[in-house]
């Protein structure tokens, strides 16, 4: 339970109370049950407003708004600094150098911005189909992401950093535990079209951490967190589109 302490505090500005455990990486394991817990909750907020005032634009946007509120927006933060970073043609030392960088450039506002404003759109577009429910599943296997690119990739930074403690220990065990939570997770209340939902994802995963490996020689935080993010676009839009041509692949 400590693992699942720590996967708590890291993911969420909640003060959880309890012992964190010793190793960050088994909060590993636990990311994508947190993420469901996040996404559950922020589903139910929204439904319910959504309920009150009839208006599923101002539902979505507070969906939007209070994911940022109760991760403590960082991986927004973690997406910024990694898009500032692409946009150099430097070393993959440089590029580090970038991405540590505190401040905010145009490439890194203009790709928050578009962030929020697609992930808007998306969840407004699941809730007029019905189908808002599967914004936990874009929460789960968001976190499913980055456990896999922590236990697959190594940390990117000599120096050491905020997210080396979550890679340098981190097993295969800890990955396969958090992808059978999420297979259970995605699999048990969405039936085929939450497993569908699961392999879109993970592939996508693991060619993004090809990626980050090549570009910036493994992970960090910031990578992390821009996984998580744009994991979590992927998965929202991967939903609108099979809720779409495949609405039977769902269970209700």
């Given at each position: 339970m400590r693992g699942l302490i720590s996967a708590l505090r890291t993911l969420t500005i909640l003060p959880i109370p309890g012992e964190e455990s010793h190793k960050l990486s088994e909060a590993l394991?636990?990311?994508?049950?947190?993420?469901a817990t996040i996404g559950f909750f922020l589903y139910l907020l929204s439904t319910g407003f959504i309920r009150l005032t009839d208006s599923r634009a101002v539902g979505a946007a507070l969906f939007v708004g209070f994911s940022a509120l109760i991760t403590g927006g960082i991986h927004l933060d973690g997406l910024a600094d990694f898009s500032d970073a692409l946009q150099t043609t430097a070393t993959q030392k440089r590029r580090l150098e970038i991405m540590k960088d505190s401040r905010i450039g145009a490439f890194a506002a203009?790709?928050?911005?578009?962030?929020?404003?697609?992930?808007?759109?998306?969840?407004?577009?699941?809730?007029?189909?019905?189908?808002?429910?599967?914004?936990?599943?874009?929460f789960t296997n968001s976190r499913l992401s980055m456990t896999y690119s922590a236990t697959f990739l190594n940390y990117a930074r000599n120096e050491g950093g905020?997210?080396?403690?979550?890679?340098?220990?981190?097993?295969?065990?800890?990955?396969?535990?958090?992808?059978?939570?999420?297979?259970?997770?995605?699999?048990?209340?969405?039936?085929?079209?939450?497993?569908?939902l699961l392999l879109i994802s993970m592939a996508f995963t693991i060619g993004f951490a090809a990626f980050c490996k090549e570009f910036f020689g493994g992970v960090t935080g910031d990578i992390l967190g821009a996984t998580n993010e744009i994991v979590e676009l992927i998965t929202l839009l991967s939903a609108l589109m099979l809720i779409t041509i495949l609405p039977w692949s769902f269970k209700w």
């Open positions: 394991r636990w990311f994508p049950l947190v993420g203009v790709a928050v911005a578009l962030n929020l404003l697609i992930k808007w759109a998306l969840i407004f577009a699941l809730f007029n189909h019905g189908a808002g429910r599967l914004t936990v599943v874009a905020t997210g080396e403690g979550f890679v340098k220990d981190a097993s295969v065990t800890d990955f396969l535990m958090a992808l059978a939570v999420t297979l259970a997770l995605d699999g048990i209340p969405f039936a085929a079209g939450g497993v569908c």
